[in-house]
């Protein structure tokens, strides 16, 4: 599949199709946390937001070979960056949500067009283009698959 094409076309479909009082597989968040998590996943690529990378080399490079590789985020992964408990929810319904991450998808892409510029990734490195979109591909795998709702190839 090709990822740009999906972050860009797919992605928001396929999480329109979840139904708000599905039960997640794994995970505290529900549907409308995890639709507002993926919008700060993409305004950290986009260098929106931006965390400071507190890990040494050797494991950033080891998580890089992780991300780069076809294996899937296992569930319940931990982010350092995020409380214990999801954030509470900014958008009073799910439509507004998903119009926010469509947003901060289109202000991705606006801002990655050259292949060779790069933005600092808490966990991951210094990545470019294509390397944030492997990254933003495999997270969105992730949580689709965290309420079950993997596109049927």
Do not use: C, W
């Amino acid at each position: 599949m090709n990822k740009e094409n999906f972050l860009k076309n797919v992605f928001v479909k396929q999480l329109q199709q979840i139904r708000l009082d599905t039960q997640a597989v794994f995970g505290k968040m529900n549907v409308g946390q995890m639709i507002e998590h993926m919008s700060y996943a993409f305004q950290i690529a986009s260098g929106k937001i931006v965390y400071e990378n507190k890990q040494s080399e050797e494991l950033t490079a080891k998580m890089y070979r992780f991300m780069m590789s076809d294996k899937p985020f296992k569930d319940n992964t931990p982010n350092p960056n995020l409380a214990d408990e999801p954030l509470a929810v900014r958008f009073a319904n799910i439509q507004d949500a998903l119009d926010d991450l469509q947003e901060e998808i289109n202000v991705f892409f606006q801002v990655f067009i050259e292949p060779d510029m790069r933005v600092e990734n808490p966990f991951f490195g210094n990545l470019n283009r294509e390397e944030q979109i492997q990254l933003l591909y495999k997270h969105a795998l992730h949580h689709l698959r965290q309420f079950d709702a993997l596109p049927r190839s």
